[in-house]
């Protein structure tokens, strides 16, 4: 095997690594840095921490899933735009871990078997094609956009720092979708979505407590 190949299973593995363990840092300031914090009760601030805990859950998917589909990836151009949504994912993953921790909260115990789960899913939608890979990148972007309309309507308005996160957040799952869905993807048939909606409804129930 060349050594570029042992480079590269050097950088995934690291990848994993660090996303499974909480040490990414961010390449862009957190959208809260310039906002004081809101006095919450602490129901309030142990809601917000486990939504982000969610969130923070779904970010470390996200990390597995464009690391599975960007190794499958046909077309060096789309292998490119996958890697480089993976690179914004990896802000919301450190912004999403900053604020569980100032909110007095921990990521999920069950942090390395999303993961696992999640890359063999991007291998997996990455090996029927770059069509139905990106098709299946933009279905779990659509869906990530609506869990996190749904926490902004979960969280205090008081709670300024976690909505200012939230929604940038927000935004750029939203040019995530827009983007596969320029590079071609294919639309996934409903019983696909259906079983997506299903799997990340579970996830969402289980990383809100665990």
């Known amino acids: 095997m060349s ?16 996303t499974v363990s909480g040490v990414h840092a961010a390449l862009r300031p957190s959208p809260a840095k310039e906002i004081a914090d809101s006095e919450l009760s602490q129901a309030e601030r142990d809601h917000a921490a486990a939504l982000m805990r969610v969130n923070h859950v779904g970010e470390v998917c996200a990390q597995a899933l464009y690391q599975g589909q960007a190794l499958t990836a046909r077309d060096p151009g789309k292998r490119r735009a996958l890697e480089k949504a993976a690179t914004e994912e990896q802000d919301h993953l450190a912004w999403s871990a900053e604020r569980i921790r100032e909110l007095g909260g921990r990521p999920s115990l069950l942090n390395p078997l999303w993961y696992a789960g999640s890359l063999a899913m991007g291998v997996a939608a990455g090996a029927l094609g770059d069509r139905w890979n990106l098709a299946f990148l933009a279905e779990t972007e659509r869906q990530v956009e609506e869990h996190l309309a749904g926490h902004l309507e979960q969280l205090s308005t008081a709670d300024a720092r976690t909505r200012a996160i939230v929604r940038q957040m927000a935004v750029e799952e939203g040019q995530h979708r827009a983007t596969a869905v320029s590079l071609g993807a294919a639309e996934m048939p409903d019983p696909a979505k259906g079983l997506m909606r299903m799997l990340a409804k579970v996830m969402t129930s289980v990383a809100y407590r665990v």
């Not at 299973?9 to 660090?18: G, N, Q, S, V």
């Open 3 to 18: 050594s570029s190949f042992f480079d590269q299973a050097i950088t995934e593995f690291d990848r994993a690594l660090r």
